[in-house]
């Protein structure tokens, strides 16, 4: 069976892909590693133990990480998940607690034990992943793959208009996972918009289903849909990390992906956080990005239907 670490800075995107792995009969979730981004470290932690209890499936052990990034102050996405990062709704009431380990401890131990069988899951600030890289570098090259929600794809950024927020609240932690000699899959914001969002229809359904976890999943989120049909003027939920986490699942919902080379803009302050993508096509100055060899994978296609069939399917 796979075995797998999340890393999540959970808000209410982060709770529905936490959902479907701990549903899951395919994949052992070994632990959850909480990180400060969408919200302050502690409310991560809080919704990542409430969505566990909801969800009612695997129970793994759940640690706390950095509450910062690197370098920087942290950024978050309040404005966009609510305050508590679950969509204020009065969901937030765990009973389960965390473990004392520190996370970054915790990943590099998990993955000692299980040499080569770890599959890692980023759905927040790399921070974390960052650190143990820093601490034992040696030990985290035998992580079999990490998964990553970052970066804008080859689409604009919804953090600013190059960057993602992921990436963006800790750059210098993505650079430092991307470039460790660890295989990355990069799951874009490109690829959660469009035909892979939920519609009202959709929406709907899982309300209407009587399920506790999928009124779970669409009550956190509805101050995401609100602020789509501020900004967007249109009703959806986009759930990036949820396709991110989809991606891992299920690799027959992926229909293309390139490998690339990927760069992490750091020092220009306008351009923070961007990552540029060279997928080898070619280039009239040759010495520049296309003298790199691809240190990334970035998946760019997806069978949208079949993954909505899916994550409907699993929530009800």
């Not at 502690?42 to 990542?48: I, L, Q, T, Y």
């Not at 690197?70 to 404005?79: D, G, Y």
């Not at 009124?215 to 249109?234: P, S």
């Not at 080898?280 to 990334?296: D, R």
């Amino acid at each position: 069976m796979r075995k797998m670490i999340i890393d999540t800075d959970c808000g209410s995107d982060d709770a529905v892909a936490l959902m479907m792995a701990l549903k899951s009969r395919d994949i052992s979730v070994e632990a959850i590693t909480a990180v400060g981004g969408n919200v302050p470290l502690d409310f991560a932690v809080k919704n990542a133990l409430m969505t566990i209890e909801v969800t009612g499936g695997q129970k793994p052990p759940l640690f706390v990480g950095a509450v910062k990034p690197l370098f920087r102050e942290l950024v978050t996405a309040v404005n966009v998940h609510g305050k508590d990062g679950m969509g204020d709704a009065g969901l937030i009431r765990p009973t389960l607690l965390p473990e004392n380990e520190h996370a970054v401890d915790a990943i590099i131990r998990i993955v000692k034990s299980c040499p080569d069988e770890i599959e890692l899951v980023t759905i927040g600030p790399a921070t974390n992943v960052a650190l143990a890289i820093m601490k034992d570098p040696d030990t985290m090259k035998r992580v079999k793959q990490i998964y990553t929600m970052g970066t804008s794809g080859f689409g604009p950024g919804n953090c600013t208009p190059v960057s993602e927020f992921n990436v963006y609240v800790d750059a210098e932690a993505f650079h430092i996972m991307i470039t460790a000699g660890i295989p990355v899959t990069i799951i874009g914001f490109d690829l959660c918009l469009g035909k892979s969002a939920l519609t009202k229809t959709e929406l709907d359904t899982l309300m209407s289903s009587g399920k506790k976890e999928a009124m779970f999943a669409v009550t956190c989120n509805r101050m995401v849909v609100d602020y789509n049909i501020t900004a967007n003027g249109q009703y959806f939920l986009d759930l990036p990390d949820a396709v991110a986490m989809g991606v891992m699942l299920w690799d027959d919902i992926v229909l293309e992906k390139k490998p690339c080379y990927a760069y992490v803009c750091l020092k220009e302050e306008a351009a923070y956080g961007q990552v540029i993508l060279n997928d080898g096509s070619k280039l009239a100055i040759p010495e520049g990005f296309g003298g790199h060899n691809p240190n990334v994978e970035v998946c760019t296609k997806i069978d949208t239907d079949l993954f909505k069939k899916r994550l409907l399917s699993l929530l009800m």
